[in-house]
C-alpha cells in the first residue's frame, strides 16, 4: 500500500473512497465540501489540526497506552489506607462482567420494551437501595455523594421555602464545596445559606447545643452523615432529627450503603431524605471516577414531585400479566420544563446501578452483614493497633465504622513526611487533614475494609513504627 | 430498497426474568467474606460491641438472597432483554459511535481502575500525563487555554459555566445586577435549567423564519444585566447560526460571557473553533462525540475549556506540567472549588484520549466529513417515503449532522404519531430514535444522526425500516399503534407512571399499593 492509497479506518466502515463517492453521486453533490455550505467562509479553520500521529493500528494504540499507564502505580501494588469519599471496596467479578456487557454499555435512552432488561435492573437497583435504607422512593443515581447531597437540599429548600442548611462543621471538604456550589452565592435571590454546626472535641459527633443554637424557622435542612467524614457513626439521628422537625426543617441524611447490613436504616431514626454514595456497591476506585450518588425518601408528593432525577416505576404493559418499567415523573424535569424543572437533568452515572444492583443481589442480607461486621472489627483492630504506636493517638477513639483519623502530633514529624516514609515502603498512608482542619493538628484520616488483612495491618503498624522512631 | 423490500427477521429475548427481589431462597449466598482473624476479635472484642447500641440494625435488609450463578443467569437473561446498539441506533443529538473494545480492556486495568484520587501525584504520573496530553488535544481542537474534566455530564459543565460565570462578575463586583443568562429554544434545556439552578434569570430567544433567532431579537435581550450567552451550533435541526460571530460581539460589548455548548461537534470538528468564532468557554461530551460509551447515561464526562482569563475561576483541581512532572494544580485562590468530587471521571477520560489518537486528526477531519454526509444522504432518501416532512423545508442548504423531521402528514393522514413509529421501529432491532428537546417546535418530531461508525447499508436499513413502517401506517395502521410485537415486552400503559397511587419506584412501594406478589 502507497501513500498516495488512504487505507480505510476500522471504526468508520464509509472510510472507503469508492462508497463516499457514490454517496456524494446519490446526492448529487461534487465533494464534502460542498455539504458545508451553511458555515461562513470567515468562520471555517484555515488549517488542518496540529495532533499527535494518529494511531490506527489496535497494536500501536494499546502499546502506547500500557506504557503511558505504567507509569502509575496502584492500589494493588501498594497497600493503600486511603478513602475520604472514595474507598477500596471489593469489587465482586459478576459486577465486572455485567457493566462490560455491550448490551448494558452502549445503550441510550432506547423504550421501555426494547431496553426492558436494562430498566428492569435499574428498577432492581432503586429496590434494593430502598431495602437497605427503608425508604419508598429512591431515584436513578445522580453525579456524586455530594451532588446528591446538594439536590437534597435544594428539595428541601423547595419544599419549605427556606433558605438555609445546617451542615456538620466537621464535612468533608469535596463534598462540602459541591454544597456550597449547589446553594450558590448570596448575590443570588435564591441563595442558601450554608451554616456549619460545630462538634463535641471528645467524640466528634454533632454539638447539639451548636445546633440547638443554630435552628431557627429560617431552616430549611438538618445535613449530617452516618458514617461521618471523619469515620464515625453519628448516633444521636434521632434527637437531631427530633430537633429538626421541631422546627419545620427536613432531616437529611448521608449513609455509606455497604454500611447498612449492620447499622440502623437512616428511615429508622427519623430521615426524610436520604442521600448517599454508590461506590462502595461493586465499583472500582477509577481514581475518583467510580463515584456516584444516591437520593431516596418516603414516598409522598411532596417529596417525589421535588426530584431531579429520572425515576423508574414498575408499571403493567398492554399484555395482561405482564410488566415493564418506565419513566415516571419525567415532565418535572429540565427535559419537560428547562428553567423552571427540578434543578437539572442529564447524564450521570447510570452504569453504576447496573453494577450496584448485581452487588446487592450477590450480597443478601448477609453478605451486608458479614461485610459490615468484618469491616468495622478490622478498623477497630487498625486503630487499636497504630494508637498504640508511639507518637500515634487516634483522635476519636470509638464508634467508627471502616475510617477513623489518626493524630502524630507526638511523633513531632508532619503527616507529608510520614505518607513519604510510607510510600517509600509500598503503603500509602491515610489521607492527610492537616489543612483542611488546622485544629485537628497534624492528622490522618486512615480507612480500612474488608480488602485488608490483619497482616496488612500489622505491616501498616510496623511501618509506622519505624517511621516514627 | 422499497418500503416494500424484505428486510431481516427479528425478535427480541424473551426470558419474562421475575423481579430479583422475588427471587432466591433463605439461607442461598451469592458472596461471603473472610472470617474475622482470631487476632482481631481477642484485641477488639466482637464486632457488635464496636456498633452504638442505638445505631445497630437489628432486621435483615430484605434483599434477595441468591448464588453467585443465579444472580449472574438473571442480569445476563436482563441484559439480552436490552437491545443497546445491537441493531442500528440513529439516536440524534446522542451521536453514537463504536466504543471501542480496547478502550474497555484499557479503563479496566488496574492502573486506571486500582487507583485512588488522593494519591501522591508522584503516583499518578501515567494517568496525568494521558490527562494533559488530551487536554492539549481539546486545546488545538477548540482554541481554548484550559481544560478541566470534573463535571460529570454535558449538563454538569453547563453547571459549571454558570459557576464560573458567577466567580467572574462576583470578582468585578457586578454578580448582583448581571443576573441574566441568554439562550435559545433550540439550545438543549440543560443550558438553561443548570442557569436557573445557579440563580440566573433565563431570556430564551425564539426562531426566526431562519432557523435562528434573529440578530434584533438578541439586542433586544441583551442588556448590563448579562452575565452570559450560553448557545449550541449548529442546532439540533442542522441548522447553523451564520451571525454567531456577530453574537458573540453583541454579548462581550455588553459586558456578558459566552459560552459555547458544543453537543453537536461532530458535524463541524476540525472545520472550527471555539475560539476564533469568540466564545469565552465550550463544552465537549467525551461521552458523545470522543467515542466513549453512554452506558445508558453515564458514567460521562463534560470536558470544559475556557480562555486564559477565566482559567483562574476553574474547578480544582487543574492538571498541570512543569516541564518534567505533571501535578494536580490545588492552589488556586478565585477557583469556584468543586462541582463534582475529585477530578473526573478518568477512565471515560483515558478512553477519550485513546479514541482521539486512533483517529488522529485526519480521522478526526474524515468523521466530521462522513457524519454531515451520512445525514444529507439519509435526508435525500427519507423525505421520499410517504408522510415525512422535514423542519424549515424552504432552508434548502445541506444541513450539518443532523435533520430534524416530522411525522404531522403521517399522523394527519393515518393517525399513527411519532411514538407509534418509534415503538414499532424496536421490533426491526433498530433503537427507538430520539424525537425532539420539549417544547417540540415541529410536530410529531424524530432526529436521526447518521455519525460516521455506520455503513451505507447500515443507514439504507434503517431507512428501508422507516420506509416499510410508513407502508404499513397507509395500510394497516393498527399495526403500528399496537407495536411494538417482537419486543421483550409489549408497549407499557402510561398513565399509571404519573399517578402517586399507582406508582412504584421501588419494591417496596409496590408491595405496599399492590399486595405482595399480587400481579400488576
Same mark, same amino acid.
Given at each position: 500500500? *502507497?501513500?498516495?492509497?488512504?487505507?480505510?479506518?476500522?471504526?468508520?466502515a /464509509?472510510?472507503?473512497?469508492?462508497i @463516499?463517492?457514490?454517496?456524494?453521486?446519490?446526492?448529487?453533490?461534487?465533494?464534502?465540501?460542498?455539504?458545508?455550505?451553511?458555515?461562513?467562509?470567515?468562520?471555517?479553520?484555515?488549517?488542518g489540526?496540529?495532533?499527535?500521529?494518529?494511531?490506527?493500528?489496535?497494536?500501536?494504540?494499546?502499546?502506547?497506552?500500557?506504557?503511558?499507564?505504567? @507509569?502509575?502505580?496502584?492500589?494493588?501494588?501498594?497497600?493503600?489506607f486511603?478513602?475520604?469519599?472514595?474507598?477500596?471496596?471489593?469489587?465482586?467479578?459478576?459486577?465486572?462482567?455485567?457493566?462490560?456487557?455491550?448490551?448494558?454499555?452502549? /445503550?441510550?435512552?432506547?423504550?421501555?420494551?426494547?431496553?426492558?432488561?436494562?430498566?428492569?435492573?435499574?428498577?432492581?437497583?432503586?429496590?434494593?437501595?430502598? +431495602?437497605?435504607?427503608?425508604m419508598?422512593?429512591?431515584?436513578?443515581?445522580?453525579?456524586?455523594?455530594?451532588c446528591?447531597?446538594?439536590?437534597?437540599?435544594?428539595m428541601a429548600?423547595?419544599?419549605?421555602?427556606?433558605?438555609?442548611?445546617?451542615?456538620?462543621?466537621?464535612?468533608?471538604?469535596?463534598?462540602?464545596?459541591v454544597?456550597?456550589?449547589?446553594?450558590?452565592?448570596? +448575590?443570588?435571590?435564591?441563595?442558601?445559606?450554608?451554616?456549619?454546626?460545630?462538634?463535641?472535641?471528645?467524640?466528634?459527633?454533632?454539638?447539639?447545643?451548636?445546633?440547638?443554637?443554630?435552628?431557627?424557622?429560617?431552616?430549611?435542612?438538618?445535613?449530617?452523615?452516618?458514617?461521618?467524614?471523619?469515620?464515625?457513626?453519628?448516633?444521636?439521628?434521632? +434527637?437531631?432529627?427530633?430537633?429538626?422537625?421541631?422546627?419545620?426543617?427536613?432531616?437529611?441524611?448521608?449513609?455509606?450503603?455497604?454500611?447498612?447490613?449492620?447499622?440502623?436504616?437512616?428511615?429508622d431514626?427519623?430521615?426524610?431524605?436520604?442521600?448517599?454514595?454508590?461506590?462502595?456497591?461493586?465499583?472500582?476506585?477509577?481514581?475518583?471516577?467510580?463515584?456516584?450518588?444516591?437520593i431516596?425518601?418516603?414516598?409522598?408528593?411532596?417529596?417525589?414531585?421535588?426530584?431531579?432525577?429520572?425515576?423508574?416505576?414498575?408499571?403493567? *404493559?398492554?399484555?395482561?400479566?405482564?410488566?415493564g418499567?418506565?419513566?415516571?415523573?419525567?415532565?418535572?424535569?429540565?427535559?419537560?420544563?428547562?428553567?423552571?424543572g427540578?434543578?437539572?437533568?442529564? /447524564?450521570?452515572?447510570?452504569?453504576?446501578?447496573?453494577?450496584?444492583?448485581?452487588?446487592m443481589?450477590?450480597?443478601?442480607?448477609?453478605?451486608?452483614?458479614?461485610?459490615?461486621?468484618?469491616?468495622?472489627?478490622?478498623?477497630?483492630?487498625?486503630?487499636?493497633?497504630?494508637?498504640?504506636?508511639?507518637?500515634?493517638?487516634?483522635?476519636?477513639?470509638?464508634?467508627?465504622?471502616?475510617?477513623?483519623?489518626? /493524630?502524630?502530633d507526638?511523633?513531632?514529624?508532619?503527616?507529608?513526611?510520614?505518607?513519604?516514609?510510607?510510600?517509600?515502603?509500598?503503603?500509602?498512608?491515610?489521607?492527610?487533614?492537616?489543612?483542611?482542619?488546622?485544629?485537628?493538628?497534624?492528622?490522618?484520616?486512615?480507612?480500612?475494609?474488608?480488602?485488608?488483612?490483619?497482616?496488612d495491618?500489622?505491616?501498616?503498624?510496623?511501618?509506622?513504627?519505624?517511621v516514627?522512631s | 430498497?422499497?418500503g416494500n423490500?424484505?428486510?431481516?427477521?427479528?425478535?427480541?429475548?424473551?426470558?419474562?426474568?421475575?423481579?430479583?427481589?422475588?427471587?432466591?431462597?433463605?439461607?442461598?449466598r451469592?458472596?461471603?467474606? !473472610?472470617?474475622?482473624?482470631?487476632?482481631?476479635?481477642?484485641?477488639?472484642?466482637d #464486632?457488635?460491641?464496636?456498633? !452504638?447500641?442505638?445505631?445497630?440494625?437489628?432486621?435483615?435488609?430484605?434483599?434477595?438472597?441468591?448464588?453467585?450463578?443465579?444472580?449472574q443467569?438473571?442480569?445476563?437473561?436482563?441484559?439480552?432483554?436490552?437491545?443497546?446498539?445491537?441493531?442500528? #441506533?440513529?439516536?440524534?443529538?446522542?451521536?453514537?459511535?463504536?466504543?471501542?473494545?480496547?478502550?474497555?480492556?484499557?479503563g479496566?486495568?488496574?492502573?486506571?481502575?486500582?487507583?485512588?484520587?488522593?494519591?501522591?501525584?508522584?503516583?499518578?504520573?501515567?494517568?496525568?500525563?494521558?490527562?494533559?496530553?488530551?487536554?492539549?488535544?481539546?486545546?488545538?481542537? &477548540?482554541?481554548?487555554?484550559?481544560?478541566?474534566?470534573?463535571?460529570?455530564?454535558?449538563?454538569?459543565?453547563?453547571?459549571?459555566h454558570?459557576?464560573? $460565570?458567577?466567580?467572574?462578575?462576583?470578582?468585578?463586583?457586578?454578580?448582583?445586577?448581571?443576573?441574566?443568562?441568554?439562550?435559545?429554544?433550540?439550545?438543549?434545556?440543560?443550558?438553561?435549567?443548570?442557569?436557573?439552578?445557579?440563580?440566573?434569570?433565563?431570556?430564551? =430567544?425564539?426562531?426566526?423564519?431562519?432557523?435562528?433567532?434573529?440578530?434584533?431579537? =438578541?439586542?433586544?435581550?441583551?442588556?448590563?444585566?448579562?452575565?452570559?450567552?450560553?448557545?449550541?451550533?449548529?442546532?439540533d435541526?442542522?441548522?447553523?447560526?451564520?451571525?454567531?460571530?456577530?453574537?458573540?460581539?453583541?454579548?462581550?460589548?455588553?459586558?456578558g460571557l459566552?459560552?459555547?455548548?458544543?453537543?453537536?461537534?461532530?458535524?463541524?470538528? &476540525?472545520?472550527?473553533?471555539?475560539?476564533?468564532?469568540?466564545?469565552?468557554?465550550?463544552?465537549?461530551?467525551?461521552?458523545?462525540?470522543?467515542?466513549?460509551?453512554?452506558?445508558?447515561?453515564?458514567?460521562?464526562?463534560?470536558?470544559?475549556?475556557?480562555?486564559?482569563?477565566?482559567?483562574?475561576?476553574?474547578?480544582?483541581?487543574?492538571?498541570?506540567?512543569?516541564?518534567?512532572?505533571?501535578?494536580?494544580?490545588?492552589?488556586?485562590?478565585? &477557583?469556584?472549588?468543586?462541582?463534582?468530587?475529585?477530578?473526573?471521571?478518568?477512565?471515560?477520560?483515558?478512553?477519550?484520549?485513546?479514541?482521539?489518537?486512533?483517529?488522529?486528526?485526519?480521522?478526526?477531519?474524515?468523521?466530521?466529513?462522513? #457524519?454531515?454526509?451520512?445525514?444529507n444522504?439519509?435526508?435525500?432518501?427519507?423525505?421520499?417515503?410517504?408522510?415525512?416532512?422535514?423542519?424549515? !423545508?424552504?432552508?434548502?442548504?445541506?444541513?450539518?449532522?443532523?435533520?430534524?423531521?416530522?411525522?404531522?402528514?403521517?399522523?394527519e393522514? $393515518?393517525?399513527?404519531?411519532?411514538?407509534?413509529?418509534?415503538?414499532?421501529?424496536?421490533?426491526?432491532?433498530?433503537?427507538?430514535?430520539?424525537?425532539?428537546?420539549?417544547p417540540?417546535l415541529?410536530?410529531?418530531?424524530?432526529?436521526?444522526?447518521?455519525?460516521?461508525?455506520? #455503513?451505507r447499508?447500515? =443507514?439504507d436499513?434503517?431507512?428501508?425500516?422507516?420506509?416499510?413502517?410508513?407502508?404499513?401506517?397507509?395500510?394497516?395502521?393498527?399495526i403500528?399503534?399496537?407495536?411494538?410485537?417482537n419486543?421483550?415486552?409489549?408497549?407499557?400503559?402510561?398513565? !399509571?407512571?404519573?399517578?402517586?397511587?399507582?406508582?412504584?419506584?421501588?419494591?417496596?412501594?409496590?408491595?405496599?399499593?399492590?399486595?405482595?406478589?399480587?400481579?400488576?
Amino acid at each position: 500500500m *502507497t501513500a498516495n492509497a488512504p487505507t480505510a479506518h476500522p471504526y468508520m466502515a /464509509n472510510s472507503v473512497p469508492d462508497i @463516499k463517492q457514490e454517496m456524494l453521486d446519490a446526492i448529487g453533490v461534487s465533494s464534502v465540501e460542498e455539504l458545508f455550505e451553511q458555515i461562513p467562509d470567515d468562520h471555517r479553520l484555515k488549517r488542518g489540526l496540529s495532533l499527535p500521529k494518529q494511531l490506527r493500528s489496535e497494536a500501536e494504540l494499546r502499546r502506547h497506552l500500557v506504557d503511558l499507564l505504567s @507509569k502509575n502505580a496502584t492500589c494493588e501494588q501498594n497497600l493503600s489506607f486511603l478513602g475520604a469519599g472514595c474507598w477500596q471496596h471489593h469489587v465482586p467479578a459478576v459486577c465486572d462482567e455485567m457493566v462490560g456487557r455491550a448490551e448494558f454499555l452502549t /445503550n441510550v435512552w432506547g423504550s421501555p420494551s426494547s431496553d426492558h432488561g436494562r430498566n428492569q435492573t435499574w428498577f432492581e437497583y432503586c429496590s434494593q437501595i430502598g +431495602e437497605l435504607v427503608k425508604m419508598d422512593m429512591v431515584g436513578m443515581p445522580v453525579y456524586s455523594y455530594g451532588c446528591a447531597a446538594g439536590h437534597a437540599i435544594r428539595m428541601a429548600s423547595r419544599i419549605t421555602g427556606r433558605h438555609e442548611v445546617l451542615v456538620p462543621a466537621l464535612s468533608d471538604p469535596e463534598r462540602l464545596s459541591v454544597i456550597r456550589n449547589y446553594c450558590e452565592p448570596d +448575590e443570588m435571590e435564591s441563595h442558601i445559606a450554608v451554616v456549619p454546626v460545630g462538634y463535641d472535641a471528645a467524640t466528634g459527633l454533632l454539638d447539639l447545643d451548636d445546633l440547638k443554637a443554630k435552628i431557627s424557622p429560617t431552616t430549611a435542612a438538618v445535613y449530617f452523615e452516618s458514617p461521618s467524614y471523619v469515620g464515625l457513626i453519628e448516633r444521636q439521628g434521632e +434527637e437531631i432529627a427530633a430537633i429538626a422537625r421541631a422546627n419545620g426543617a427536613e432531616t437529611i441524611v448521608g449513609v455509606d450503603p455497604i454500611t447498612l447490613g449492620v447499622l440502623k436504616a437512616p428511615a429508622d431514626y427519623g430521615a426524610d431524605i436520604v442521600v448517599g454514595t454508590t461506590q462502595p456497591l461493586g465499583v472500582h476506585m477509577n481514581c475518583g471516577g467510580g463515584v456516584g450518588g444516591f437520593i431516596a425518601s418516603r414516598d409522598e408528593e411532596k417529596y417525589v414531585h421535588e426530584y431531579n432525577t429520572l425515576n423508574i416505576s414498575i408499571a403493567e *404493559t398492554e399484555r395482561p400479566g405482564q410488566f415493564g418499567f418506565g419513566l415516571s415523573c419525567a415532565h418535572q424535569t429540565s427535559y419537560g420544563m428547562r428553567e423552571k424543572g427540578k434543578d437539572w437533568t442529564g /447524564n450521570s452515572t447510570y452504569l453504576w446501578a447496573i453494577s450496584g444492583a448485581v452487588y446487592m443481589a450477590l450480597m443478601g442480607p448477609e453478605g451486608f452483614r458479614e461485610a459490615g461486621n468484618l469491616i468495622v472489627a478490622q478498623a477497630h483492630y487498625a486503630a487499636k493497633t497504630l494508637g498504640a504506636v508511639k507518637g500515634a493517638r487516634v483522635v476519636f477513639p470509638a464508634g467508627f465504622f471502616k475510617e477513623f483519623v489518626v /493524630n502524630f502530633d507526638d511523633a513531632g514529624t508532619s503527616v507529608e513526611e510520614i505518607n513519604a516514609s510510607l510510600r517509600a515502603g509500598g503503603i500509602f498512608g491515610g489521607k492527610d487533614l492537616s489543612s483542611e482542619f488546622p485544629e485537628l493538628g497534624q492528622s490522618a484520616l486512615f480507612c480500612v475494609t474488608e480488602c485488608h488483612t490483619r497482616e496488612d495491618i500489622d505491616r501498616l503498624a510496623d511501618a509506622l513504627q519505624e517511621v516514627l522512631s | 430498497m422499497s418500503g416494500n423490500g424484505t428486510l431481516r427477521n427479528y425478535h427480541a429475548a424473551v426470558w419474562d426474568e421475575p423481579v430479583v427481589m422475588e427471587m432466591g431462597h433463605h439461607g442461598r449466598r451469592g458472596m461471603v467474606f !473472610p472470617d474475622i482473624d482470631e487476632a482481631v476479635t481477642a484485641a477488639v472484642g466482637d #464486632s457488635e460491641s464496636l456498633i !452504638p447500641e442505638e445505631m445497630r440494625r437489628h432486621d435483615r435488609p430484605a434483599l434477595p438472597e441468591m448464588s453467585e450463578p443465579e444472580v449472574q443467569r438473571h442480569y445476563l437473561h436482563l441484559s439480552q432483554e436490552t437491545l443497546g446498539m445491537m441493531g442500528v #441506533s440513529l439516536f440524534g443529538t446522542c451521536t453514537m459511535k463504536y466504543n471501542s473494545r480496547i478502550n474497555e480492556l484499557i479503563g479496566a486495568r488496574p492502573e486506571v481502575a486500582e487507583t485512588h484520587p488522593l494519591q501522591h501525584e508522584d503516583t499518578l504520573q501515567g494517568t496525568l500525563e494521558i490527562i494533559h496530553n488530551f487536554d492539549l488535544i481539546l486545546r488545538e481542537l &477548540s482554541g481554548m487555554d484550559q481544560f478541566v474534566f470534573q463535571a460529570g455530564g454535558g449538563a454538569d459543565a453547563a453547571y459549571t459555566h454558570v459557576c464560573v $460565570t458567577r466567580a467572574y462578575h462576583q470578582a468585578r463586583g457586578q454578580l448582583a445586577q448581571r443576573n441574566e443568562i441568554v439562550t435559545s429554544i433550540q439550545a438543549h434545556p440543560c443550558n438553561a435549567a443548570t442557569a436557573a439552578a445557579a440563580g440566573f434569570k433565563i431570556v430564551t =430567544l425564539m426562531l426566526d423564519d431562519n432557523g435562528y433567532p434573529s440578530l434584533d431579537a =438578541l439586542k433586544a435581550a441583551v442588556s448590563d444585566r448579562t452575565a452570559a450567552l450560553l448557545i449550541n451550533n449548529p442546532d439540533d435541526m442542522g441548522i447553523y447560526n451564520p451571525d454567531i460571530k456577530e453574537w458573540v460581539n453583541i454579548v462581550h460589548e455588553a459586558g456578558g460571557l459566552c459560552f459555547y455548548d458544543h453537543a453537536n461537534f461532530n458535524g463541524v470538528m &476540525s472545520k472550527l473553533r471555539a475560539r476564533e468564532l469568540g466564545f469565552d468557554a465550550c463544552m465537549y461530551m467525551l461521552h458523545k462525540t470522543f467515542g466513549t460509551p453512554k452506558a445508558g447515561g453515564g458514567p460521562a464526562v463534560g470536558a470544559y475549556g475556557c480562555t486564559e482569563e477565566l482559567a483562574e475561576f476553574l474547578p480544582c483541581p487543574v492538571v498541570t506540567f512543569d516541564g518534567e512532572t505533571y501535578h494536580l494544580d490545588e492552589d488556586r485562590p478565585n &477557583s469556584i472549588g468543586r462541582v463534582r468530587e475529585f477530578w473526573g471521571n478518568v477512565p471515560q477520560i483515558v478512553k477519550s484520549y485513546s479514541w482521539s489518537r486512533a483517529m488522529g486528526a485526519e480521522g478526526i477531519c474524515e468523521a466530521a466529513d462522513l #457524519s454531515v454526509l451520512g445525514n444529507n444522504y439519509m435526508e435525500k432518501r427519507l423525505l421520499e417515503i410517504p408522510g415525512i416532512t422535514k423542519s424549515q !423545508p424552504h432552508l434548502n442548504k445541506w444541513r450539518m449532522e443532523m435533520t430534524r423531521y416530522s411525522l404531522e402528514k403521517l399522523k394527519e393522514d $393515518t393517525g399513527v404519531t411519532t411514538f407509534d413509529v418509534a415503538n414499532r421501529m424496536v421490533d426491526f432491532g433498530i433503537d427507538a430514535y430520539w424525537l425532539a428537546h420539549e417544547p417540540w417546535l415541529v410536530p410529531e418530531p424524530f432526529t436521526p444522526e447518521a455519525g460516521e461508525m455506520y #455503513s451505507r447499508e447500515d =443507514l439504507d436499513h434503517w431507512v428501508d425500516v422507516l420506509a416499510r413502517i410508513s407502508h404499513e401506517a397507509y395500510t394497516d395502521p393498527e399495526i403500528v399503534k399496537t407495536a411494538p410485537h417482537n419486543q421483550a415486552i409489549a408497549k407499557i400503559k402510561a398513565e !399509571p407512571l404519573e399517578d402517586p397511587e399507582k406508582w412504584a419506584m421501588t419494591w417496596r412501594a409496590y408491595k405496599r399499593k399492590y399486595g405482595a406478589g399480587k400481579e400488576t
